[in-house]
């Protein structure tokens, strides 16, 4: 069957620390992987979009892997800050596919001064 | 820009009631949709449109139904709600497929 899986519900780190979040895939060819960030009572919110042929993206303290021979993603956040606690969603859209996302069920991060 | 918007923020229904909630957007994007969230069961795709006039089926839609009638808006509507239909309703916006989605705030419905 086809799976995604984000592989930790919640994670706690130390501010300062490097965050990393998985997320593995099962049964799926994905041509583009996006992570999404969601905080308490809103809707998600767009961080980072990675294709199939890129091995790694960075935005500012952002940094995403796609390795499609471990069929995984890492998302890291470097230099941790408690304003960085939220929700971390992992969604991939299926080569070939109509284009919709298909999201993990996420990550809680939390950063403690 | 207000971005996706969604009203209500808030409903509580009785079982067998109808209701429908609106979305709308001001980027001129083609695709919308609409996703629930369920504690454990994260972000599912319930309806999408791939532009005006157009709708198409997710993954849960059943209970549901839809409509674009105009490019900026997509209502998705529940003709006898059941307390499964409790949930997070959240709806989307892109430009086109594969590009980053836009999200609004949610609405909360609960079903008694």
């Known amino acids: 069957s086809q799976k995604i899986e984000q592989n930790s519900e919640a994670l706690n780190i130390q501010e300062g620390k490097t965050a990393t979040l998985t997320c593995n895939y099962t049964n799926y060819s994905p041509a583009y992987l996006q992570w999404y960030r969601q905080d308490p009572g809103r809707g998600p919110v767009f961080l980072l979009l990675i294709r199939e042929n890129e091995k790694e993206k960075r935005k500012e303290r952002l940094k995403v892997t796609f390795d499609t021979t471990l069929k995984q993603s890492l998302f890291h956040i470097t230099a941790s800050q408690p304003a960085d606690s939220a929700t971390y969603l992992c969604?991939?859209?299926?080569?070939?596919?109509?284009?919709?996302?298909?999201f993990g069920k996420g990550t809680k991060l939390s950063v403690k001064p | 820009n207000a971005g996706v918007t969604q009203t209500p923020k808030f409903r509580v229904l009785k079982t067998g009631q109808s209701m429908t909630l609106l979305c709308a957007q001001d980027?001129?994007?083609?695709?919308m949709y609409w996703y629930r969230q369920d504690p454990g069961m994260g972000l599912r795709l319930i309806h999408y449109?791939?532009?005006?006039?157009?709708?198409a089926k997710g993954e849960v839609p059943d209970g549901y139904n839809v409509s674009r009638l105009k490019k900026q808006n997509f209502l998705l509507g529940l003709e006898s709600a059941a307390p499964s239909q409790t949930s997070v309703y959240f709806c989307a916006s892109s430009l086109l497929s594969y590009n980053e989605q836009f999200f609004g705030p949610g609405t909360r419905l609960t079903v008694l």
């Open positions: 980027m001129n994007h083609e695709y």
């Open positions: 969604a991939l859209v299926e080569g070939g596919s109509q284009g919709n996302l298909i």
């Open positions: 449109s791939v532009g005006e006039g157009t709708t």
